[in-house]
C-alpha cells in the first residue's frame, strides 16, 4: 500500500508553481484509487479544505482545477458524514453562485468545474449504490442533502446555464435514491420541472429526463398535473417544435410508469394517428424528429397496452403497412414518371437517379419512418391477441421494401420477417412465404455483406419452419446456393458458413424426392471445392455447425462425400496444429460427425481415422474424450491387436480424467470385437494392480472394472488369469472404504456381479471359491444390503445358492435372510425362507433389522415365483394389529424391484423358469390381479396416515396406472374422509407416471373431481390431499391450469384456505391464559405454498396471464394481507406470516396493475409497522425467530416500495425510512424471494 505524505502534498498544493500543484493531486489520485486506503478523519479535513481551494478564485489556472475535479469523487467516499456535507454544500454553492457576472474573469471556470466536480460525485455514489446495500444505506443520506440543497437552487431565479448544470446532478441521483426522498420533496422536484420543461427551453430536455425518472414516486395529485399537461399539449400543439416535447416526456412516462397512463392509451394512440397521418400527407424535412417521436412512441405504447390497444390494433396495422412504403424523396421510373423527363435510354436515367439519391441522401432521413412502422408491425404481431389475422392482410407486394435504398430498412425487414415466421399459419399464408422467400433471394446478391448475411440467417429459419412448403423449385434453389457459394470470397468467409447451413435445411426436405439427389450431389461438389480451396479455418467458432451441415448433406449424397467431409476436419488439425481453438473445434466437429457416416466409410478409411484418433489421444484428453464419443457411438467398429495394444500403453502414462476415457475407449473396442493380445492383458493387470488399486477414484474403478467384464467374455484362458491374477485386486477395492460413498458403489457391485458371472460360467471348478469369496465379503461389508448384488448374476444359474448361503451364515439370520431376499428376485423359496422373511418383519429389532426384513421381503416377493409370499405380505398389511406399517413398506419396496426387473426377466433356457408352472395370471404383471391387491389396500388403509398408503398404491403405477385411476375416482363417494384422502393423495403419484402432458382427457376429469374435494366441507386429510395434488398439477401439469374448472372452483377454495377455518380452531379457558389449538395450520401452509409454486412456476413457464385469467384479484391481496400479520385478527403463525410477505412481493413484481384499495393498503402498512417495530433482544430464547421475522419484514418493505402503489405512498415511505435504519437490512436483501 503507498505511503502518503500530507506535509509534502499541503506543500504543494501551496506552491506557486502550478506544475507542483498538479504533481501534488496527482499523488492524491493515485492513493485514493488503491483499494482498502483510509486517512483520519483530521488528515482528510486538511486535504479537503486544499483540494476546495481549486473551486475558488484562489486557483489561478485551469489545469490544476482540471485536475483536482478527478479527485473530488473518491475523495467524497473517504470522509465523514460532516465532511461529505461540507464538501458537497461547497460544490453546490459554487457550481450554482450567481454572485458575480458570468463576464468575471474565472468565474464561468469555477462554476464549469464545480458543477462537473459535482456531477461526477453523483455517478460515482450511483455506481457504488449499486455495490452493496450497506453502502446504498450510507450514501443515501447525503444524496438527500446534495438534492436539498440544489432543489433550493432550481426554486430560486436561477440562470438557465446553472439549471442544466442542477439538472445533470439531480437526475443522476434519482434513480438509485430517489426512494430516500418525502413525498412532498418528490413533488416539489416535479413542479419545478414541469415548470423548466414549459417555460424553459435550454432545460426542456434535463426536465423531460426528471420527469420521466421521478412518474413512478410523484403523488398521484403531483402525477396528474404532470399528466395533464403532457397529454393536453399533444393535443393543443400542431406546431412540429410546440409537439415534440411532449412526445418526448410523454414517451417517457409510458416507459417508466405505463400503468399511470393505461387511462389515455386509446386517447393519446388516436391523436398519435392522426398527427402522423397529418405530418406524412405534407411531408417536409422539418417534420423528421416529430414523426420519428411519434411512431417510437407508438410502438411503446403496443408493446406497453395489449390489450387496452386491441381495438385500433387492425387500424394501426393497416396505417402501418401503407408507410412502409413511405419515401417522399424518391424519385424513378416505376413509381413517377413526372419525377423524371429524361428522355434518353434507361441507363442515363438511372444514372440521374444515382446523383439524385446522392444528393438527398445526406439530408434525407424519411426512412426512419419507414423502419418505425416495421417495428410497429413486428410488435402488433408478438404482442396482440389477433396477430394471425393481422397476418393475414399480408399481401405480396408489402416486401418489395426487402430491396429497399437503405440498409436500416432492409435490416429492420428481414428482422421482421423472422417474427412473422414464428405466427404465420403457413397454409393461409403460402403467397406471402414465396414472395418472402424470393425477396430474401435476391437480398442474399446484396453488395452490403450484413443485409446478405441476414438474409441468408433468415433463409434458414424459414425453411425450418416451412421447408417442405418452400421446397417446390428446387432447381432454382439449388442455382441460387451454388452462385452463392461460388460469389463468396474471402472477405465474406463467414457467408459461405451461413450458405453451408442453409444448405443443410434445404437438403433436408429436397431428399424427400430422389429426382433432387443429382442436385443435392452438385451442391455439395460445389461447397466441397470451394471450402478446400478457402481459408476453412476462418470459420473457427463455426467449424463444428458447418461439419454437421455437411455431414448431414453427405449422408445424403452418399460415397465418396462422407469421406472427403472427414477428410476436411482432419485436415484443420495438420494445416494448424498449434492453434488450440481450431484444433479443438476441429476434434469436437469429427467426434460428431464421425458416428454418423463411418458405415459409409471404407474399413481401410475407417481403420486409418481411428489410428489417427488413438495417437492424437495419446496427448490430448480432448481426442481422447472425442474417441471415447466415437467408439461409443460408433457400433462396431473395431482396430487390429497391435493398436489396442499401443492403446492399452497410454494407461501408465496420464492422469486419473485421461486414464478413464482410454479405458472407456479400451472397453468399447473390445466389445465391438477387438482381439486383447496377452502383452495388452499384462497392461491392463498392471494398471489395475499399481493404479487403480490406490486412485481413490470410484468413476475410475467402475470403468476399470466394466473393462474388465469385456475381457472375461474372452476366452476361458483369459478368464483363469482374471480369477488368479486380479481378483486379490478386485476384493481389495471393493473393501475400500472411499468407494462406499455416493450412489456409484452400486452400479459398481452390479459391474463385478456381471464379472462374476462371467467367471461362474467359464470356470466350472472354481464355483465354489467364488461363492465363498462373496460371502466372505457380504459378512464384512458395511453395507450388506448393497453388498448382497453381488449374488444376483449367480443367483439365475445356481440352484444349491441357498443351501450354501443357509450353511455359511448359520449364526448370522439377518445376513442369511438378505441373501435369501436377493436370491428370491430369481429363485422360488421354499415355504420355510418365506415364513422367515415374514417373521423377521414381526419381530422387534433395531431399525437396521427392519430396514434388512423389508429389503429382504421386497426383493424376493417381486419375483412371481414368489407370489405366496406378496399375498402373505398383503394379508398381514390389512389385518395385523400392531406395526401394519412394516409390511406396507415390504409391499412398495416388491412393487419397486418389480417395475426395476421388468427388462430382467429370466433367460427362457433358464432351468428356474423351465421348471416352474407359475400362471402368469398371478403376476404383478397382471392387471386384475394388480387391482384386487390394490382394492384390499386401499379399503383397509392405514388409519392416520393417509399419506403412507397412497405411496405405496402409488407404487403399482408401472403396471396398472389406468386401472388405478379409474379405482381412485368410484372411491372418492366414499364416506370414509381416511378413503378419500389416500384416493386423492394416490392420484399425486400416479399424475408424475406420465410423461409430459400425454394425460387423456379422462385422467384429467378424474383430478378435477379430486380437486372438488378442496372445500371447507371436507375433513382435514381430504383438504391436505387435494393441496398436495393441486401443487403436483402446477408443476407437472401446468397446461391443466388454464381451464373454467379450475377458475371456478379450485382456486376459489385455494383462496379460502389461505384464511384460518374457525371450525378448526380451539380455544380453552384456563383462568390465567387461553390455550389456543389450530387444526388448520397444516392446511393454511399448504395452501401458501401451493400459491408460492403457482406464482414461480408460472413466471419460469411464461404463463403470466394465469392470475388474470383467474380473477378475484381483490381476494386474493386481502387473504395475503390478512396473513401478514397478526393484527386486525390476521394470521398468528410467525412462518405464515413470513410466507404471505414472500408472496405479495412477487405478486406485486408480476402483476403491477392490482386493484389495491386505501383501505387494504393501510392495513398492511399497520402490520408491517408494529413487525419493524418489534423490539430484538439478545437474551430472549427466540432471537433467531425475531431476526428471520424481522428479515422478512425488511425484504417486504424494501421490495413493495419499489412499486405502485407503494412507492408514493407517505405511509410506505415512513416504512422505508424505518427499515433503513435496521442493522438487518443488509442480511435481509440477501433473502431469495
Known amino acids: ?86 464538501l458537497c454544500s461547497f460544490l453546490c454553492t459554487s457550481a450554482t453562485s450567481q454572485t458575480a457576472g458570468f463576464g468575471e474573469r474565472g468565474y464561468s471556470d469555477i462554476l464549469d468545474s464545480s458543477a462537473f466536480a459535482l456531477k461526477l460525485c453523483c455517478e460515482l455514489m450511483e455506481e457504488k449504490s449499486r455495490v452493496s446495500v450497506e453502502i446504498w444505506q450510507r450514501l443515501g443520506s447525503i444524496a438527500q442533502y446534495i438534492n436539498s440543497l440544489l432543489i433550493s437552487k432550481l426554486q430560486e431565479n436561477t440562470e438557465d446555464v446553472v439549471k442544466e448544470s442542477i439538472y445533470d446532478s439531480i437526475n443522476t441521483l434519482i434513480k438509485p435514491f430517489g426512494r430516500f426522498y418525502s413525498c412532498e420533496v418528490r413533488d416539489i422536484m416535479s413542479k419545478c420541472a414541469l415548470s423548466d420543461f414549459s417555460n424553459v427551453k435550454r432545460v426542456r430536455r434535463q426536465a423531460i429526463t426528471c420527469l420521466g425518472l421521478l412518474s413512478p414516486l410523484l403523488s398521484e395529485e403531483a402525477f396528474n398535473n404532470v399528466r395533464l399537461v403532457v397529454f393536453g399539449g399533444l393535443k393543443k400543439n400542431t406546431s412540429n417544435t410546440g409537439l415534440l416535447p411532449f412526445l418526448q416526456l410523454y414517451d417517457f412516462l409510458v416507459r417508466n410508469s405505463p400503468v399511470r397512463v393505461a387511462m389515455d392509451a386509446i386517447t393519446t394512440m388516436n391523436i398519435l394517428l392522426k398527427e402522423i397521418e397529418i405530418r ?108 394471425s389475422e393481422l397476418i393475414q392482410k399480408l399481401k405480396p407486394s408489402h416486401f418489395f421494401n426487402l430491396n429497399d435504398r437503405i440498409e436500416d430498412v432492409q435490416i429492420t425487414f428481414i428482422q421482421i420477417i423472422n417474427t412473422i415466421a414464428q405466427y404465420l399459419e403457413p397454409l393461409k399464408g403460402s403467397l406471402v412465404l414465396f414472395e418472402i422467400l424470393d425477396r430474401l433471394l435476391i437480398c442474399t446478391h446484396s453488395s452490403n455483406q450484413k443485409v446478405a448475411l441476414m438474409a441468408i440467417r433468415s433463409l434458414q429459419i424459414l425453411f425450418s419452419l416451412y421447408g417442405d412448403i418452400l421446397i417446390n423449385n428446387p432447381d432454382k434453389l439449388f442455382r441460387h446456393l451454388k452462385d452463392l457459394m461460388l460469389q463468396c470470397t474471402n472477405d465474406r468467409i463467414l457467408m459461405r458458413f451461413e450458405v453451408v447451413i442453409l444448405s443443410h435445411y434445404v437438403t433436408e426436405f429436397a431428399s424427400k424426392k430422389s429426382a433432387n439427389i443429382p442436385l443435392i450431389i452438385d451442391l455439395l461438389q460445389t461447397i466441397l471445392n470451394v471450402i478446400c480451396t478457402s481459408e476453412f479455418e476462418k470459420f473457427n467458432d463455426q467449424i463444428v455447425q ?217 470356470l466350472p471348478q472354481q464355483r465354489c471359491t467364488l461363492v465363498q469369496l462373496i460371502l466372505d465379503h457380504i459378512s464384512s461389508s458395511v453395507v450388506p444390503e448393497i453388498t448382497c448384488d453381488l449374488l444376483n448374476e449367480i443367483a439365475v444359474e445356481d440352484e444349491t445358492l441357498l443351501e450354501k448361503v443357509s450353511n455359511f451364515f448359520w449364526d448370522k439370520e439377518p445376513l442369511a435372510l438378505l441373501c435369501a431376499g436377493t436370491i428370491g428376485r430369481y429363485q422360488l423359496l421354499p415355504d420355510i425362507w418365506k415364513t422367515n422373511l415374514i417373521n423377521i418383519l414381526a419381530s422387534g429389532g433395531s431399525e437396521k433389522l427392519h430396514r434388512i426384513g423389508l429389503l429382504a421381503n421386497g426383493r424376493a416377493a417381486s419375483n412371481p415365483l414368489n407370489v405366496s409370499l406378496l399375498l402373505t405380505l398383503v394379508e398381514r398389511a390389512v389385518t395385523e394389529k400392531n406395526d401394519r406399517y412394516l409390511y406396507w413398506k415390504a409391499i412398495k419396496e416388491a412393487t419397486i424391484n418389480a417395475a426395476s426387473n421388468f427388462s430382467l426377466s429370466l433367460p427362457s433356457s433358464s432351468p428356474l423358469l423351465l421348471s416352474s408352472s407359475l400362471s402368469s395370471s398371478s403376476s404383478l404383471r397382471n392387471p386384475n390381479f394388480c387391482k384386487d391387491i390394490e382394492k384390499r389396500l386401499l379399503e383397509n388403509a392405514l388409519e392416520e396416515d393417509p399419506e403412507s398408503t397412497a405411496l405405496v398404491l402409488g407404487s403399482f403405477a408401472p403396471f396398472n396406472c389406468d386401472e388405478l385411476f379409474e379405482m381412485t375416482s368410484s372411491y372418492l363417494d366414499n364416506d370414509s374422509d381416511l378413503i378419500k384422502a389416500v384416493c386423492i393423495s394416490t392420484q399425486r403419484y400416479l399424475i408424475l407416471h406420465y410423461k409430459g ?123 395475503l394481507v390478512h396473513g401478514s400479520g397478526p393484527q386486525e385478527k390476521g394470521e398468528v403463525d410467525g412462518s405464515l406470516n413470513n410466507q404471505a410477505k414472500t408472496l405479495l412481493v412477487q405478486l406485486v413484481k408480476l402483476c403491477p396493475k392490482l386493484p389495491w384499495s386505501d383501505s387494504l393498503i393501510v392495513l398492511l402498512y399497520e402490520k408491517l409497522k408494529s413487525a419493524l417495530e418489534v423490539k430484538i433482544e439478545s437474551t430472549a430464547s427466540d432471537v433467531e425467530k425475531k431476526r428471520m421475522d424481522m428479515k422478512y419484514t425488511l425484504n417486504c418493505v424494501m421490495h413493495l416500495t419499489e412499486y405502485l402503489p407503494f412507492v408514493y405512498n407517505s405511509k410506505f415511505h415512513s416504512l422505508f425510512l424505518l427499515a433503513l435504519h435496521s442493522p438487518l437490512l443488509a442480511e435481509s436483501m440477501k433473502l431469495v424471494i
Not at 405534407?282 to 405504447?301: E, F
Not at 444528393?359 to 424519411?366: A, N
Not at 484443420?572 to 469429427?590: C, G, N, Y
Open 997 to 1119: 402432458e400425454s394425460c387423456t382427457d379422462q385422467i384429467f376429469s378424474i383430478i378435477t373431481k379430486s380437486l372438488q374435494c378442496l372445500n371447507r366441507t371436507m375433513g382435514v386429510q381430504v383438504r391436505l390431499a387435494a393441496l398436495h395434488l393441486f401443487a403436483t398439477i402446477i408443476s407437472s401439469k401446468p397446461s391443466f391450469l388454464l381451464t373454467p374448472i379450475i377458475r371456478d372452483m379450485v382456486y376459489p377454495n385455494l383462496l379460502a384456505e389461505l384464511i384460518e377455518d374457525p371450525s378448526l380452531i380451539l380455544s380453552i379457558n384456563l383462568g390465567g391464559f387461553t390455550h389456543r389449538e389450530d387444526k388448520g395450520i397444516e392446511i393454511r401452509k399448504l395452501a401458501f405454498q401451493c400459491l408460492s409454486i403457482l406464482l414461480r412456476d408460472t413466471k419460469r413457464q411464461r404463463i403470466g396471464d394465469i392470475l388474470e385469467y383467474y380473477g378475484q384479484s381483490e381476494k386474493l391481496l386481502q387473504s
Open 280 to 387: 406524412t400527407v405534407d411531408y417536409d424535412s422539418d417534420s423528421d424528429d416529430v414523426c420519428d417521436s411519434i411512431m417510437k412512441l407508438i410502438n411503446s405504447m403496443v408493446v406497453q397496452y395489449p390489450n387496452e390497444l386491441l381495438v385500433l390494433h387492425s387500424t394501426l396495422f393497416d396505417r402501418c403497412l401503407s408507410l412502409i412504403n413511405f419515401d417522399p424523396n424518391y424519385c424513378s421510373d416505376n413509381k413517377d414518371n413526372s419525377c423524371n423527363n429524361n428522355d434518353g435510354d434507361g441507363e442515363e436515367e438511372e444514372d440521374e437517379n444515382e446523383d439524385y439519391y446522392i444528393e438527398f441522401e445526406e439530408v434525407d432521413v424519411s426512412w426512419r419512418i419507414r423502419v418505425w412502422s416495421l417495428k410497429i408491425i413486428s410488435s402488433l404481431i408478438q404482442f396482440s391477441s389477433i396477430s
Open 546 to 762: 458447418t461439419a454437421k451441415a455437411l455431414t448431414y448433406i453427405a449422408q445424403i449424397a452418399g460415397n465418396p462425400y462422407p469421406e472427403r467431409c472427414i477428410t476436411l476436419l482432419f485436415s484443420l488439425l495438420d494445416t494448424k496444429p498449434l492453434d488450440v481453438e481450431i484444433s479443438r473445434h476441429a476434434i469436437e466437429a469429427i467426434g460428431f460427425c464421425f458416428p454418423k457416416v463411418y458405415l459409409l466409410l471404407s474399413d481401410k478409411y475407417v481403420q486409418n481415422c481411428l489410428e489417427r484418433l488413438i495417437y492424437l489421444a495419446e496427448s490430448n484428453i480432448n481426442v481422447a474424450q472425442v474417441l471415447n464419443l466415437v467408439v461409443e457411438q460408433s457400433v462396431g467398429v473395431k482396430i487390429s491387436s497391435d493398436l489396442l495394444e499401443h492403446l492399452c500403453g497410454y494407461l501408465v502414462k496420464h492422469g486419473f480424467s485421461h486414464q478413464r476415457l482410454i479405458v472407456c475407449v479400451i472397453r468399447d473396442f473390445i466389445k465391438n470385437g477387438s482381439n486383447i493380445t496377452d502383452e495388452s492383458l499384462n497392461l491392463v493387470i498392471r494398471f489395475l494392480e499399481f493404479y487403480v488399486v490406490s486412485s481413490k477414484d470410484s468413476l475410475l474403478v467402475h470403468s476399470t472394472f466394466e473393462l474388465l467384464n469385456e475381457i472375461c467374455k474372452y476366452r476361458v484362458e483369459v478368464s483363469n488369469r482374471i480369477f488368479v491374477e486380479v481378483f486379490p485386486s478386485l476384493w481389495r477395492i471393493l473393501q475400500t472404504g472411499y468407494i462406499y460413498c455416493g450412489s456409484l458403489y452400486a452400479r459398481i457391485v452390479g459391474t463385478v456381479s456381471l464379472i462374476l458371472h462371467s467367471l461362474y460360467i467359464q
Open 1 to 86: 500500500m503507498p505511503e502518503f505524505d500530507l506535509v509534502r502534498f499541503s506543500s504543494g498544493m501551496k506552491d506557486v508553481d502550478r506544475d507542483l500543484r498538479e504533481m501534488a493531486l496527482f499523488d492524491l489520485q493515485q492513493v485514493l484509487k488503491t483499494s482498502g486506503f483510509q486517512f483520519s478523519e483530521t488528515d482528510t479535513g486538511i486535504i479537503m479544505d486544499l483540494v476546495l481551494r481549486c473551486f475558488s478564485k484562489d486557483e489561478p489556472d485551469k489545469e490544476v482545477r482540471n485536475a483536482a475535479v478527478q479527485v473530488i469523487p473518491q475523495l467524497l467516499l473517504l470522509c465523514s458524514e460532516r465532511q461529505q456535507i461540507k
